[in-house]
């Protein structure tokens, strides 16, 4: 089976954005398995919790109702994410995420973020929406 790590700015997405609704389906289906750091959470809550705290809710109580597995950081994660952020300066949430996905021999990032997760295309490949429905469609 397929494993992606999924990062913030695509979470979102999954709910509201039916060029996500492949994704979605393929989750719900049990299709791909997608991982997310529980970093993510924290994110979403900041981001949508600025404009609107009552749709924030309501979203991330989907998401976690969701067949996401949300992982939490362990001392491996966090010494994973050090390593990361010690080797390639990238920001500390940013590098929580990527070491969710190595912990957990995840060798995919659905992420636009190239800035942030590019320096690590080495441990993980950087895949866009686009790709990953790719993935999924030819069993990749």
């Known amino acids: 089976m397929n494993r992606i790590l999924i990062d913030t700015m695509h979470l979102g997405g999954l709910l509201k954005d039916d060029t996500y609704h492949d994704l979605a389906g393929a989750i719900s289906d049990g299709d791909i398995e997608a991982i997310c750091s529980v970093i993510s959470l924290l994110e ?20 976690l109702s969701s067949r996401l597995i949300f992982v939490n ?41 190239t800035r942030h997760f590019g320096p690590i295309k080495n441990l993980m490949k950087i895949k866009n929406l686009k790709q990953v429905l790719e993935m999924i469609k030819y069993g990749r």
């Open 44 to 63: 979403l809550t900041k981001r949508l919790g600025m404009r609107d705290e009552e749709r924030m809710r309501k979203i991330r109580q989907e998401l």
């Open 73 to 113: 950081v362990t001392r491996t994660i966090a010494i994973q994410a050090g390593e990361l952020r010690l080797r390639y300066d990238i920001p500390t949430a940013d590098s929580l995420i990527a070491a969710t996905g190595i912990a957990g021999n995840t060798s995919n990032i659905l992420t636009d973020d």
